[in-house]
């Protein structure tokens, strides 16, 4: 039995980052230098992302809606050690984060 995962989109999406198909030098870090502080990151309107929260560094909040200490915006979470996928809708070019510690997120765009 096969298992595949989504993007929320619906799109079917990589079963994590070591099979991941990124662009050549899109790699981006996200660094949350306080704990609980909004944070933005320009990003790509269609594209896809794979976002990897770096071991010991907490859990990071992803909104394209508006700031993530607003709690209605945080559309994805992501814990320390784990990936996520992200498809960032047509018309959006900003990604809004926060983690609960400070520390990095590393993100890479999809093709």
């Known amino acids: 039995m096969d298992t595949f995962i989504s993007d929320n989109a619906g799109n079917r999406a990589c079963p994590g980052a070591i099979n991941c198909d990124p662009v050549a030098a899109s790699g981006l870090e996200l ?3 306080a704990a609980g502080n909004d944070y933005t ?3 790509t309107a269609g594209a896809r992302y794979a976002v990897t929260v770096a071991v010991g560094d907490g859990t990071f909040l992803f909104s394209i809606t508006g700031v993530t200490s607003t709690a209605a915006n945080r559309e994805w979470i992501c ?10 809708p047509r018309g959006c070019e900003t990604l809004y984060f926060e983690s609960d510690t400070a ?4 993100m890479r765009k999809l093709n």
């Open 79 to 88: 814990t320390a050690g784990n990936t996520i996928i992200i498809k960032i």
């Open 41 to 43: 990151q320009a990003v």
């Open 31 to 33: 660094n949350a230098v």
């Open 103 to 106: 520390g990095y997120a590393h």
